[in-house]
Nanobody, 122 residues
Framework: QVQLAESGGGLVQAGGSLRLSCAAS????????MAWFRQAPGKEREFVAA????????YYADSVKGRFTISRDNAKNTLYLQMNSLKPEDSAVYYC???????????????WGQGTQVTVSS
């Protein structure tokens, strides 16, 4: 059972930056693909970014390419999401997710965190 805990959300003005963190309980963290999803009020949860076990192969949704960067520190069992040039439409609850399957990590990951709120004001 992997437990995930996000942090780093908050209120920021449009054009600003935030860095989200996700701490994982699993000592075999480096065996997992990791991802970020987000869900805005009244909308479906959507994929944002994912990375392979080493962090060297990232995947991004088109809406965040060039603005967001996903990374991980396996020594610290932590996943990050650096968000730059934030827009009001990026406002959502951001969730960290984990799965050992590449096919699943971008669609229906097995493990989820509780989420952290990001609000971007215009």
């Amino acid at each position: 059972q992997v437990q995930l805990a996000e942090s780093g959300g908050g209120l920021v003005q449009a054009g600003g930056s935030l860095r989200l963190s996700c701490a994982a309980s699993e000592r075999t963290f480096n065996y997992y693909f990791m991802a970020w999803f987000r869900q805005a009020p009244g909308k479906e949860r959507e994929f944002v970014a994912a990375t392979n076990w080493s962090g060297r192969i990232p995947y991004y949704a088109d809406s965040v390419k060039g603005r967001f960067t996903i990374s991980r520190d396996n020594a610290k069992n932590t996943l990050y999401l650096q968000m730059n040039s934030l827009k009001p439409e990026d406002s959502a609850v951001y969730y960290c997710a984990a799965d050992q399957s590449l096919a699943q990590i971008r669609t229906i990951p097995k493990y989820w965190g509780q989420g952290t709120q990001v609000t971007v004001s215009s």
